[in-house]
């Protein structure tokens, strides 16, 4: 092997060591077929063995059949280096797995278990809350947050930032007057308990499940611990109104013989994998979903439901019988198109390419919501499907909604939220929930 002076710093390449040997099943220090693509597979991948062949040929600099750490160190340093030019494409796409499996970080915790953050979502978090909360004039200290550094396990410390998305799901939970904010001079470690202690339990009265999460987690900026918070609560500002309630027409989604409070009793993850078959039905589609993450990923649902949702905005993305594993730029260039299809209705996603194309289910969560909430497309066919039957469909959508509210108070909505974190089964069709009580002490 050429000798090359490696440009890693000593952090990032005993970082990359590990990576390694992460991958390194069988512990033989070199990288096999089978091993290669096991790291695409970590970064997200989805890669043939014939193309990991090609793209083993072109970094295996002994010609021994396999990628030892000198290849391995070599490949990533001149994809991370400035003004490369001089590799090759299959190079730079292995270059590329590497330095994405690489920011799935692992943290051991004093009690030994092994917790992941995945990079692409603290990025994608610390985006979206700076949407959402940038104008608060409180915040002017802590927004925006740099989402290229970990920026936000920092600006979430004092539990103002948790504080404020709280509200953004329920108005008024958490009194701000409460609040200990500063606009010179910094907290003390009491005010910033305070904080944390109103916003979690806040976060845990509006329905967020954040089990074995303590005020001094997020004082600590524990990674994983605040990416879990953080998505709870954007979670639920994207979910929390897709519901009969806010929507009386997704009664459209009811299949044959179901009762409108059959979507009383899904869940919004549920209620949103019904929604886009409805539109990928009603656009003649054979293409059924069955998730919000790798069925999403080639594009096609996207490109098929924003078409549906807005023809004139949203052309129809070109597809072939391609198998698009072969072709990740391909897959990346239709995410892409996707992104400024979603743009171009008004919205503000907060994912990339990358992470459609690695089927994220947060992230791809989230966009379909965001779609959904901006534009449902169900208003329209409601009221087509009235006039076809003669139905005053505004005086029967105000009706329904007034119904599903009923006397539901503000105590009532919280306490139902409440139950709804607790993750309880539902039993039979009568949608009771059996509480099991504890086991009376010995």
């Not at 290849?71 to 400035?82: G, N, P, R, S, W």
């Not at 590497?98 to 004093?110: G, L, M, P």
């Not at 505004?394 to 139902?416: K, P, W």
């Not at 709804?420 to 010995?442: D, F, H, K, M």
Request: aromatic share 4%.
């Amino acid at each position: 092997m050429a000798d090359h002076k490696l440009a890693l710093s000593p952090e990032e390449k005993s970082q990359y060591k590990k990576l390694f040997t992460s991958v390194d099943g069988d512990g033989n220090g070199k990288l096999d077929l089978k091993e290669v693509q096991d790291l695409f597979c970590k970064a997200g991948e989805e890669i043939s063995y014939g193309r990991v062949g090609e793209i083993m040929k072109t970094i295996d600099t002994n010609n021994d059949g396999f990628v030892d750490i000198e290849d391995f160190l070599q490949c990533v340093e001149l994809q991370k280096a400035t003004g490369v030019r001089t590799m090759s494409a299959a190079a730079r796409s292995f270059g590329l797995a590497a330095q994405k499996a690489s920011h799935i970080v692992r943290q051991e915790s004093t009690m030994g278990a092994v917790h992941s953050t995945s990079e692409e979502e603290r990025e994608a978090f610390a985006g979206h809350i700076n949407l959402l909360l940038g104008a608060d004039p409180n915040l002017t200290k802590r927004l925006p947050m740099d989402t290229a550094t970990d920026a936000l396990f920092e600006c979430c410390k004092d539990g103002v930032i948790f504080a404020k998305l709280v509200n953004l799901i329920e108005p008024e939970t958490v009194d701000e007057r409460a609040l200990n904010i500063k606009e010179t001079g910094a907290l003390s470690q009491f005010q910033i308990l305070e904080n944390n202690n109103l916003a979690i339990n806040a976060a845990k009265s509006v329905g967020c499940s954040l089990v074995n999460i303590g005020a001094r987690d997020i004082m600590a900026g524990t990674p994983h611990l605040v990416l879990g918070v953080a998505w709870q609560l954007i979670r639920k500002t994207l979910l929390h109104k897709i519901s009969l309630r806010s929507h009386p027409e997704l009664d459209l989604l009811l299949e044959e013989g179901e009762a409108r409070e059959i979507l009383n009793r899904l869940p919004p993850e549920t209620i949103l994998l019904r929604w886009v078959n409805f539109h990928l039905g009603r656009a003649g589609s054979f293409r059924r979903i069955t998730n919000l993450g790798r069925d999403l990923r080639d594009s096609e649902v996207y490109s098929c439901l924003l078409h549906e949702l807005d023809h004139i905005r949203c052309p129809l993305l070109p597809f072939s019988d391609e198998d698009p594993a072969q072709s990740p730029e391909l897959l990346l260039q239709r995410a892409a198109q996707v992104l400024h299809n979603v743009k171009q209705m008004g919205l503000q996603p907060f994912v990339k390419p990358k992470d459609i194309v690695s089927g994220n289910g947060k992230l791809n969560l989230g966009m379909v919501a965001q779609i959904f909430n901006a534009n449902p497309g169900l208003t329209r066919l409601k009221a087509a499907k009235g006039q076809e039957g003669g139905e005053d469909t505004g005086a029967a959508a105000a009706a329904a909604a007034l119904e599903e509210a009923g006397s539901d108070t503000r105590e009532e909505r919280t306490f139902r939220m409440w139950i709804n974190s607790l993750n309880l089964q539902v039993q039979g069709q009568t949608g009771a929930t059996l509480l099991t009580p504890p086991p009376p002490p010995p």
